[in-house]
């Protein structure tokens, strides 16, 4: 519930590969607005593990995000304008299925009705918000590879049905080219560094909960090409940001990772033991033992995955010798590698012990990814692969709502694609509230629709929404500049 520390933990191992003296790069993604200026808070690392400018990575950077914002938006706009000059495609105004977008967290933007008025003020229908970062422009710039392949992805984008019940497709609003114009520098990987100078790729920021959670293919790509050992991250846990990482980017970029890192820290696996979030810091081995099943699960999923894993154990001051005695014991009787990680205190230097464990594995037993399901299968099939093998769910529910888009996207040959599930990052489960490693309980899928410009098909679980809300207090009470444009309270 504090965070796990994987972006410092990721800066700080790239680092480390440095002071090894080994060519190194990193791929990073972009942050959002929304849980910057949220419960989150900025998303550039801390310490002595940060990329910079950490000021201007977390505030607009370099508008990347704004630009995906106006193409998503304008193709909303040329939308509802086709339908108000005699909507030539017919579209069935009930079921226009693209919304609107914005950087920021506003519940209050989740539903709404547009187009109030008069006849010249637009025609009346439901629409809504999501937060960029679940935007299928921004994963399609994630995914694209360059910019025939964006024009290519955007045209396919799904947009609403027409009165027949066929797909409608953006290429049929004749507005793509104007799409590429605006995204053409946005699909630019950006260049920063670390404060050990670690050259760092940062582009895009899908979410690992509500889309799939990794930078750039590009980026990536073009780390790869500079250095032989490239650190990038995944958003969220192993069953969301590296299942995705695995079944989504690698599958569509023919990606080939070696190794995997699991960062864990003593804090969480309290919490998964049962400890509440205000006495996290207190020593409570019972509690620590108890939650480090949630730990094996992970484990296994990375395996499962088919990487080799190392344990990166994000050392708090909290933190008690007894305590860290305890998680590294728990993984040597896995029969996985733990390192202790003190890269925010020390910065590469911490991570010098990590970084030999995982180099040594990845130069002499790589993985190669392991796609536990095909493309082909039925949707039901790959939702409840993942729901069984990655959840351990004893099975699956359906809402009426999404068994009739599942039918709608296998009628008209929109089913071939993996699975992206929307799913609460705070729990293996879709119930943020059942914590450690649950067993014996059902995943509820209540809605499915498909990306067909991303090429994946999302799964909405549990209470999951693409637009999240502001917490009570939040960041954004914290924030401010002085008068010599010195930025106080953002981390």
């Not at 088919?306 to 909290?318: C, E, H, K, S, Y």
Request: aromatic residues 6%; charged residues 25%; neutral net charge.
């Amino acid at each position: 519930p504090a965070g796990e520390g994987k972006t410092c933990t990721s800066i700080g191992l790239a680092q480390a590969f440095g002071q090894l003296g080994v060519k190194h790069a990193l791929a990073l993604r972009e942050p959002s607005m929304g849980p910057t200026f949220g419960i989150k808070g900025g998303a550039a690392g801390g310490g002595f593990s940060q990329v910079l400018p950490m000021e201007d990575i977390n505030m607009h950077f370099t508008g990347d995000l704004h630009a995906i914002a106006a193409a998503h938006n304008l193709l909303s706009a040329v939308l509802d304008n086709s339908m108000h000059f005699d909507n030539p495609l017919e579209i069935d105004p009930e079921k226009v299925t693209w919304r609107r977008t914005i950087d920021l967290c506003d519940r209050q933007l989740r539903n709404g009705e547009i187009g109030l008025g008069s006849k010249f003020d637009g025609f009346p229908h439901k629409t809504g918000f999501d937060i960029v970062a679940a935007s299928e422009v921004m994963t399609i710039m994630a995914l694209a590879s360059d910019i025939e392949d964006l024009r290519a992805r955007l045209g396919r984008i799904v947009v609403a049905y027409n009165t027949a019940g066929k797909p409608v497709f953006a290429r049929e609003l004749n507005c793509i080219g104007s799409l590429c114009v605006i995204l053409k520098d946005a699909l630019k990987p950006n260049l920063v560094q670390t404060c050990e100078h670690t050259p760092v790729f940062v582009h895009c920021g899908p979410f690992g909960n509500i889309a799939h959670g990794s930078n750039s293919v590009s980026a990536t790509r073009l780390a790869l090409k500079l250095a032989p050992y490239v650190v990038t991250e995944a958003g969220f846990a192993a069953d969301l940001g590296a299942e995705k990482f695995v079944n989504i980017k690698c599958r569509q970029a023919g990606l080939k990772p070696n190794g995997a890192v699991l960062v864990a820290t003593v804090r969480a696996l309290k919490f998964h033991g049962g400890v509440e979030k205000e006495d996290l810091s207190t020593e409570n081995l019972a509690a620590l033992k108890t939650g480090c099943e949630n730990l094996r699960t992970h484990a296994e999923n990375v395996q499962k995955y088919g990487l080799p894993v190392v344990v990166a154990i994000n050392r708090f001051p909290t933190d008690t010798p007894a305590e860290l005695d305890i998680v590294r014991k728990f993984c040597e009787e896995m029969g996985v590698p733990s390192s202790l990680s003190e890269v925010v205190a020390r910065g590469g230097e911490g991570g010098l012990d990590l970084a030999t464990k995982i180099k040594k594995i990845v130069d002499e037993t790589p993985g190669t990814p392991n796609f536990y399901y095909e493309t082909s299968d039925p949707i039901k099939s790959k939702i409840e692969t993942i729901a069984r093998e990655i959840y351990r769910a004893d099975g699956v529910d359906y809402t009426e709502e999404a068994e009739n888009s599942i039918k709608v996207l296998e009628e008209n040959g929109l089913a071939n694609w993996p699975i992206c599930m929307a799913k609460t990052q705070a729990s293996l489960s879709d119930d943020p509230k059942k914590r450690n490693a649950p067993r014996g309980w059902r995943l509820q899928v209540r809605g499915v629709k498909v990306s067909n410009g991303a090429g994946f098909i999302v799964a909405l679980t549990g209470k999951m929404m693409l637009m999240p809300g502001m917490p009570r207090e939040s960041a954004v009470q914290k924030i401010d500049i002085d008068s010599n444009g010195r930025i106080t309270g953002l981390s």
